[in-house]
């Protein structure tokens, strides 16, 4: 059997890679993005300094990782239920539940994704916020969708989608990993207020 | 007629307090709380540092003065309009309007709200944080009262407050002051779809 150590060697770059994103997203959450240093990062990942430069060149490198992974997440679950051809507003309901259910599963990306875009090198600031516009639209044009079919009525596509982001997204300011309602009940309610409105 | 130099001799202290706040505000949303300096702020302010410091002993004292003087504005409008007896669904569009406005008046402030509460000194997080509680229950007690009045249906409070905190907190990751749409008009779309919903 080989031994922990040789199992480690034997990890693949990519699989290196992505631990050292995961602990950073972590470590960012925790202490900050700009507290953070790559020192705390190599020591949290149990790799030295200059192996951790092997394997990205700077901390906004990381951060830019960071971003990516988790725009990427978001749009590749959208992808394929609009290929699976669910009805707008179950398509809706999902759309909130991801990132519900992200604030559980990547805790720290969220944080960092919400907080820390400007701080990213240009080109990929640029990159990550046009992946971000093509989701907001993806989720406008759900809207329209709705509205098209009947099922919805005609509201400002592009404000229902911000209304959507900003129920779901802000639960990273107050959403606790363990509470008493798990992300999809929580998702749910939003959707349902958001779908039938609380007048009577 | 006194000079503009004997005139900002005579200024008060608290008047003197306020645009020192003021500015690092905006000089904090612009340069991010953490790479600001001290330096900078008494440049931006026009004044050398020791004055600065006559006035704020650290970066974290003003940084908890623009986190008081946020969340004083937000519960004193509302306080008022309690006071005034208006109906629950009216004074929701009101507290929506309230934070979009201030988006408009007061950007950094809403930045630095929603970013920096966890670099407070302790007393100050914990101080803060009761009165964003407190706001917090008064607009979960409005939609209570909306519902004990027959003019919302029974919707957990809570998670009805945090729908409306999400979808207008939110607007500062994307609000744009001079944009085609005023708070007071953003505030009203999202009022509708909350109290409607966007359901036919």
């Given amino acids: 059997m080989p031994t922990k150590d040789s199992a480690r060697r034997r990890r693949t770059l990519s699989e290196r890679r992505q631990e050292i994103v995961t602990t950073a997203a972590e470590l960012f959450d925790r202490h900050g993005y700009n507290n953070a240093t790559m020192d705390d ?5 149990g790799i030295a300094k200059p192996t951790l430069y092997h394997y990205f060149g700077s901390k906004e490198e990381i951060l830019a990782s960071i971003h990516e992974e988790f725009i ?3 749009l590749g679950k959208h992808q394929r239920r609009r290929q699976a051809g669910l009805p707008p507003a179950q398509q809706l309901l ?3 539940t991801d990132v519900l259910e992200l604030m559980e599963s990547h805790r720290g990306h ?3 994704f919400f907080e820390h875009h400007r701080e990213l090198p240009a080109a990929e600031r640029d990159s990550i916020r046009d992946k971000r516009d ?3 639209a993806q989720v406008a044009a759900l809207i329209e969708q709705g509205t098209s079919a009947g099922t919805f009525r005609a509201v400002d596509p592009r404000i229902g989608a911000l209304a959507v982001f900003g ?3 802000w639960a990273y ?3 606790r990993i363990g509470g008493s309602l798990e992300p999809r009940q929580i998702a749910y309610q939003f959707w349902d207020m958001f ?3 609380i007048s009577t």
């Avoid at 990062?41 to 990942?45: E, G, P, T, W």
Wanted: glycine content about 4%.
């Fill in 195 to 197: 779908l039938r409105g």
């Fill in 173 to 175: 300011q107050w959403y």
């Fill in 94 to 96: 999902e759309v909130m």
């Fill in 167 to 169: 129920m779901c997204n």
């Fill in 134 to 136: 093509a989701y907001e």
């Fill in 41 to 45: 990062l190599a020591h949290a990942v």
């Fill in 110 to 112: 969220v944080r960092v």
């Fill in 72 to 74: 990427d997440l978001l």
